[in-house]
């Protein structure tokens, strides 16, 4: 192994002697000079996976030799009117190559040392495909409040899931413990966490189970037993069936190569959350470019963190913004959630009741309604917290648009009627916070019902904000996410 590694440094060396070796650094100075042109040469995939050096010229590495040489049917004319170039992959290696072939053609050529992995390391600014800026996964973390940081939604430690506990917030800022899968359904289904917190608690919960089982049989036979428990604690939002799902099969992968199941779940959802706060940067940058000085945004319940962002992506392009935000009873998310969440972000936030919506709707201080999405079925219908409809027929009466951020549509709900409302515990209202509360709103003895979602028909819905763009809700069964 060690020669053969040996002979594949040689040939990546060979002919590159005289060819310059440049640091990032110097690579963003030389870049400034009209007469030279960094060239990246990594595929279209890396380059949409990691960002874009802005005015970095494309090329793909196979087709150096038919793009740079004068005689070539494909030659690109870039090239005769630069005098110097700079190769650019993932780490180095590809550029030195693509460099010693620019130069056989008379070419000035250089390549940047470690490549595009060395321009971020350095700190250097990123642009998207469409020439956005490129937020990296540290960008978008160090935006976030304490609340959405990914360590402060759930995680497994020490042979026990810690959630972070959101029906103490933002008085404390503390986890709930739990030591079995059942520990992390009941919390789960008592409002401990909520949003994505559900399936982020959930997939760790099959962590901590595979840990506390021995042998093939038993292992699969008890996770498959934690993913239907913990399936039925958010019967609507879909999400969490798929998540746990996907979690197990990496279990499963992991055994039939005799590995332990633990490591490979939470290798797996290391990946899963990489690849989501990703899009939410993503979601984000479209949500925030639908927002005009000045505008009032509406939001229900806790959008959470593509709401977030896009809400501090706005104001850090100089938008002057104010969201309003329900208190959202009777567990009052939005009034200990959301509202501390954007203060903390030194976003301008209103707090407001449940039924104001439409009166400052009527006063013209609502220019946009935006929310989250918990479900989205193929023929466009938004499933959220309850609450979301009456604000959307009042923003439709009055010509406001309304966005729901959503993470995709789920292909096993094709209509309204595939969707399965959860109706949570009458009690739940009787109390200001739920039965947490010591503040009860009525007698005990009223009746009481408490649907926790509602439905929007995709008439009343501008568009749904996805990491491909914004799009039609009557367009999403032509394929999404």
Known sequence: MASWMSDFKDMLMAGTEGIAILDAKQCAVLARDKDTLLVDIRDVRERERDGCIADAYSMPRGM???WMHPESPYYKSVFGKNKKFIFICAKGWRARRAAVLAKELGYDASVMDGGHSAWRSAGLGLVRLDGERF????????????ILKRKNIARYEDGKV?????????????FVTCKRVEDVAVAIETMVTQGVGPWVAAVHAMAMRADQLKGRADIMAGLTSAKDRLVRTRPTNTLIRSRLEDVLKSASLALEKGRNPTEFILKRIKTITDQMYKFYGRRAQYGAKLIEDGDGILTMCFAETSFVLAMIMAKESGKDLTVYVPETRPYLQGARLTAPSLQACGIKVKLITDGMGAALMAEGKIQKYMTAADLITLDGHVVNK????????????????????????????????????ESRNPADILKVRGQQGDIPTTLDDIGAVYPAFDITPPKYVAGIITRHGVLSPYTLKNGFE
């Open 64 to 66: 150096l030799e038919f």
């Open 162 to 174: 810690l959630i972070g506990n959101r029906k103490d917030y933002p008085f404390s800022k503390n």
């Open 386 to 421: 309850v609450g979301t409809l009456p604000n959307a027929i009042a923003a439709h009466a009055h010509g406001i648009p309304y966005f729901a951020f959503a993470w995709g549509c789920d292909k096993n709900k094709p209509d309204r009627a595939s969707i399965d409302i």
């Open 135 to 146: 937020y990296t996964l540290a960008d978008i973390e160090a935006r976030l409040p304490h």
